[in-house]
């Protein structure tokens, strides 16, 4: 399947990422439900695509641990404990502690020291992506958030400027969402259950308050870790 650029490899390559971002979607939103099973072939078909980068897709799908794969039976969405959601937390912890001292401390890579007004410009930015994820928060609306949640935190963590810890951070953000959606798609109604304080966060970092900051996110995860625990009792 040649591009334009003359170049299958880079057609196929795409063509597999857009078949990841889908699957990965799908389970997001609860159509893929937890220990669901599913072969190449029905993938292949669903999207109406030859079997290759299908199989890459689900591989790198199973690489990041949202699938995991079956040689004999092909592949199934990924079952989390409650337990896992702890271990999730406090690896997220553990990047997002130094991230918040680093940008305090005015040793983000993405901006030169002391340059105050650039990283109060770039943290700006990153607040009205905040504001929309908490409206959607507010509303209850789990779609919703989940999409501005991701890039909330996608370009906060693109400020400490290192790219290995924001694509760490993003893979634990979206596992943990995976984790946790299977269990908040069960309450009737979610409004004032999702944690709204992206702002509240943004601010903190603004003032150069990494432990205000801290004890946001500090309290967010406590919060989820008993919503979770609570939904998953029921």
Known sequence: MPGPSGT?????????????DALRDEVLAGRLQP????????????????ATPVREALVDLSAQGLLDADHHRGFRVHEYSPADFRGMIEARCLVTDG???ALADGR???VTPGDEQRLTAALAGVRRRGEEAQRAATAGDLNVLIGYDLRFWRELAALFGN?????????????????TVQHLRRAADLRGVLWSGHT??????VRRDPE????????YNTHSLR?????SAT
């Open 108 to 110: 983000a890579g993405t």
């Open 163 to 179: 790219p290995y810890l924001a694509d760490f951070l993003h893979r634990l953000r979206v596992q943990s969402w995976v984790c």
């Open 227 to 231: 919503v979770i625990e609570r939904l």
């Open 212 to 219: 205000a900051a801290r004890a946001l996110v500090t309290a």
């Open 8 to 20: 299958g490899a880079v057609t196929r390559s795409t063509l597999r990422q857009q078949i990841a």
């Open 35 to 50: 220990g669901q099973e599913f072969t190449v072939k029905e993938i292949a078909e669903q999207y109406g695509v030859s």
């Open 99 to 101: 991230m918040f001292h």
């Open 200 to 205: 509240e966060l943004v601010d903190a970092l």
